[in-house]
């Protein structure tokens, strides 16, 4: 008999009977790309399917079962918890804190004025210094944000776009400073402005200006910090902006495919910079659609650079990359619920094969996260990492009939996707009609509805509610850092040569007005001491500023 006909007569019979007596407590049950869930899975959803009959091994194309052939048996992820805000000396104190209590990488958040070039005494700036991530206007507060951590021996993220060729200038000025050559730096600047034009909202510069910067990163990261990953193209801030799994997957990919394309255009060669290319995920509650994602991603990435761009090299094709769990599914209700929430979707990227991973603290729904929060959330990653077992093999839920399907229809279902933005003529020109935002808007619409209806449950939201007070301790950045970091940005002025600083900001503007590389030139006025909000209005008076239709 076979797997269908047995299937066809299990649920005529077994289930028939089982559902006479309790009814199935959904009418439907879908991921929340809409990919339905079947009862139970078999082989038979597995066979002859398109994607999966050659799954591989680990650590070989189309990397479907992992980038590395032993993962964590070797090294477990790099736990790499998000962290900033008021001012650079309070941010280091939290590295500090955070590298004492098992941290084995940095990652840094910027404040809103730094995220969009603007020092941290322009009038747009008041009310915002410090509040969402740390103040970094000049060098000195970059010296300050990383004093006394080595970094020739850590590796940071850097989460910043518009002005990624500065904070990239600044972390290799302070590395100099410790003696550190720029040759062995590790890390990654997340410098994906495309996104930031779909989800998120933080670019300065029109997208074509903005994607020659960015490519500009890569030649310049090739030749000065070629350890560095000089872009982490990112769909985390797509997905917490309201995309499914599948549109996470499909508008990340189709941004990766225009900037390769626009790295090529500019002269480089694909196998001298794709496999320094990075990626940064989200990580959701729905436990399996989650790690299935992840598997898809790696494969179809794999199978784009193969055959779009004739990648040679395998570690070209390799898809590596970040995860952060889910900030959007924090609730201020119940905010103990979160640490749980928190648990499932660390594991979830684990079981992904994630090749590093920030776990959110249990009180992000409300505030900034105190130290007890964030300790609580690096300990998770610890929990996952040393008493779960789950790091002891590779790929343990290969073969899975349920997990291999669904790779199989998420990789269908993005390829759809990117064939829809090719057929528009690419992530530039979809983005500039408007197409991938919208489509995220529905998506968001449609899940918010669910939730109304309680058609999707949200513990503690819309089910299983109780009368509580808000958290007797939360973290708040007080006004006095404002008028801190304004005195000491004052001082920095003070104590610099002007002449040579309005030399090197001429050298930016010619640089952008013509082909040069911007990036050279923009280390230069780093090091001249120039501020970021100045080197970032030097680049404003030569390609404008943008503005959403």
């Known amino acids: 008999m076979s797997l269908d006909s047995a299937r066809a007569r299990w649920e005529k019979t077994t289930l028939a009977a089982s559902l006479a007596k309790v009814p199935e407590r959904k009418a439907r049950f879908t991921t929340s790309s809409g990919i339905e869930v079947r009862r139970v899975y078999t082989p038979a959803d597995v066979a002859g399917a398109e994607y999966s009959s050659d799954l591989g091994w680990p650590g070989e194309p189309p990397f479907t079962r992992g980038v590395q052939p032993t993962m964590y048996r070797s090294r477990t992820w790099t736990m790499r918890q998000y962290a900033g805000y ?16 098992g941290q084995t990488g940095l990652s840094v958040a910027f404040d809103l004025p730094t995220q969009i070039g603007y020092d941290s005494d322009h009038p747009l700036a008041r009310g915002e210094v410090g509040k969402v991530g740390v103040a970094v206007s000049s060098l000195d507060d970059a010296e300050t944000l990383f004093g006394g951590i080595p970094l020739g021996g850590v590796s940071t993220s850097m989460t910043i776009n518009a002005t990624a060729a500065v904070l990239l200038g600044m972390y290799a000025a302070v590395a100099r400073g410790q003696g ?55 769909g985390y801030h797509i997905r917490e902006a309201g995309a499914t799994a599948v549109q996470e997957v499909a508008f990340t990919l189709a941004n990766g495919i225009a900037y390769v394309s626009a790295a090529l255009a500019a002269g480089l060669s694909v196998d001298d910079f794709a496999g320094r290319l990075s990626f940064f995920f989200n990580s959701h509650s729905n436990f399996l659609e989650e790690i299935a994602k992840f598997r898809a991603a790696r494969r179809l990435w794999a199978r784009i650079m193969r055959e779009r761009f004739n990648a040679a090299k395998p570690e070209s094709a390799m898809l590596r990359f970040h995860t952060q769990t889910a900030g959007c599914t924090l609730t201020a209700q119940q905010p103990e619920n979160n640490v749980v929430r928190v648990a ?27 130290e007890e929060s964030v300790r609580i959330a690096l300990r998770t990653q610890q929990l996952v990492a040393h008493e779960t077992g789950v790091a002891d093999t590779v790929d343990p839920l290969a073969g899975s009939y349920c997990v291999e399907a669904m790779t199989d229809e998420i990789e269908r279902r993005a390829r759809e996707y990117i064939d829809k933005i090719d057929g528009m003529g690419g992530a530039v020109a979809a983005i500039e009609a408007g197409y991938m935002q919208a ?3 529905d998506s968001a619409y449609r899940h918010q509805r669910e939730v109304e209806s309680r058609e999707r449950v949200i513990v503690g939201v819309n089910d299983f509610k109780v009368s509580e007070k808000p958290p007797r301790r939360l973290l708040r950045v007080k006004p006095e850092v404002e008028r801190r970091q304004l005195r000491q940005l004052a001082s920095f002025r003070r104590k610099r040569d002007e002449g040579a600083v309005a030399a090197a900001l001429s050298g930016v503007k010619k640089a952008a007005s013509g082909e040069e590389n911007v990036v050279f030139p923009i280390v230069e006025a780093v090091e001249a001491r120039a501020t970021l909000g100045e080197i970032s209005d030097a680049l404003r008076d030569v390609f404008g500023e943008y503005e959403a239709r």
């Open 86 to 101: 008021a001012t650079a000396q309070e941010t280091n104190a939290r590295y500090r804190y955070l590298l004492g209590h």
């Open 180 to 234: 550190v050559r720029t040759e062995d730096l590790q890390g990654t600047v997340q410098n994906d402005i495309l996104k930031e034009y779909v989800a998120r909202g933080t670019y300065i510069y029109p997208p074509r200006a903005s994607m020659r910067v960015v490519t500009d990163i890569f030649a310049f990261c090739r030749e000065r910090m070629p350890r560095f990953n000089p872009i982490s193209i990112s």
């Open 344 to 370: 499932f979707q660390a594991l979830a990227a684990v079981l992904g094969g994630t090749q590093s991973l920030h776990t959110n603290s249990r009180d992000e729904a409300l505030a900034l996260p105190t």
């Open 439 to 441: 489509e995220i808007a």
